[in-house]
Nanobody, 125 residues
Framework: QEHLVESGGGLVAAGGSLRLSCTAS????????MGWFRQAPGKEREFVAI????????YYRDSVKGRFTISRDNAKKTVYLQMNSLKPEDTAVYYC??????????????????WGQGTQVTVSS
């Protein structure tokens, strides 16, 4: 059975850093596209970042560019999201997701096949 497990969330003060990890089992990590989404209370799930192929091409939502970095370690079957200069508006449940083929609509949550259970990130002001 394929599944994704996130870790690394927590409570941090504004300006601080966190690193999220997503470890895959089964076929989930063999798929080329891995990404992170987030969902704040009362809001829709939104795209944060994805990494495609062997790990060289990345995409970010505008509000996290320059602050967040997505990377992957194929040997460990793990994708990371390094989050720096965190802001209160980054507070959300962060989800790991994957799909087999890159799509130009990579920002749409409905395009993804596998999902993790989510990890809470809370940034205090």
């Amino acid at each position: 059975q394929e599944h994704l497990v996130e870790s690394g969330g927590g409570l941090v003060a504004a300006g601080g850093s966190l690193r999220l990890s997503c470890t895959a089992s089964g076929r989930a990590f063999s798929v080329p596209v891995m990404g992170w989404f987030r969902q704040a209370p009362g809001k829709e799930r939104e795209f944060v970042a994805i990494i495609r192929g062997p790990g060289t091409q990345t995409y970010y939502r505008d509000s996290v560019k320059g602050r967040f970095t997505i990377s992957r370690d194929n040997a460990k079957k793990t994708v990371y999201l390094q989050m720096n200069s965190l802001k209160p508006e980054d507070t959300a449940v962060y989800y790991c997701a994957s799909r087999s083929i890159f799509t130009v609509q990579y920002w749409r949550p409905t395009e993804y096949t596998y999902w993790g259970q989510g990890t809470q990130v809370t940034v205090s002001s």
